[in-house]
């Protein structure tokens, strides 16, 4: 079981470049998320999934296109990659707990823009 | 909405003193609370999860939450730290009973120094 695997671990990009962060889990979780990580922020809500074919924006969404094709992969795409989306992200799962949620992380993409 | 608010982004503790440290929440619904740990340059570690069941939750490395609904709060505690606690420390709010299963809101964290 390999739980939630991100890749790449770090990445590059400059200022205008595109690229995908790759999300994939194996424990057949309905629920996927994207979080982003940055010094004295805590992680914030990007997009998030409750299924496939199902995703809704979370608190920072702008700049950042999501889809999910599959139950298992939850792709984060930068279109057009600026300074401000330096960050490290982090993309979870959730699972039903009793009358919640569980979530698994995996761990995570750093990611510089120059 | 949900909200989470740790007080002090930084504590620092001598080694085998007390570890306290403070997360109080914001929720419209009975919440699902979380703490979890991060070292350098790694990843997110699930310590404990308040899941509406006995509300002292024991968790890993032993460290330990009680969850107290009339101060909102989930605090987080050790009575005796250890070196290898120094890591950032993050306190997180789930609505445990709503469709948005996915949104977990997390505090702004706190970093834990051990000295000796």
């Known amino acids: 079981n390999a739980g939630v695997t991100q890749t790449p671990k770090f990445q590059v990009l400059k200022t205008g470049q595109s690229m995908t962060l790759q999300c994939a889990q194996d424990?057949?979780?309905?629920?996927m998320s994207w979080y982003r990580q940055d010094p004295g922020m805590g992680l914030r809500l990007i997009h998030y999934?409750?299924?496939?074919?199902?995703?809704d924006q979370g608190e920072v969404p702008n700049g950042y296109n999501v889809s999910r094709s599959t139950t298992e992969d939850f792709p984060l795409r930068l279109l057009s990659a600026a300074p401000s989306q330096t960050s490290v992200y982090f993309c979870a799962s959730s699972y039903k707990l009793g009358g919640g949620y569980g979530y698994t992380f995996g761990s995570g993409t750093r990611l510089t823009v120059v | 909405a949900q909200s989470v608010t740790q007080l002090g982004s930084h504590v620092s503790v001598s080694e085998g003193a007390l570890v306290l440290l403070r997360c109080n929440y914001s929720s419209s619904v009975p919440p699902y609370l979380f703490w979890y740990v991060q070292y350098p340059n790694q990843g997110l570690q699930l310590l404990l999860k308040?899941?509406?069941?006995?509300?002292l939750v024991k968790g890993i490395n032993g460290f330990e939450a009680e969850f107290k609904k009339s101060e909102t709060s989930f605090h987080l505690t050790k009575p005796s730290a250890h070196m290898s606690d120094a890591a950032e420390y993050f306190c997180a709010v789930s609505e445990g009973f709503t469709g948005t299963a996915s949104k977990l809101t997390f505090g702004t964290g706190t970093r834990l120094q051990v000295t000796l």
């Open positions: 308040y899941t509406s069941a006995a509300t």
């Open positions: 424990m057949n979780h309905e629920y």
């Open positions: 999934s409750v299924g496939a074919g199902i995703t």
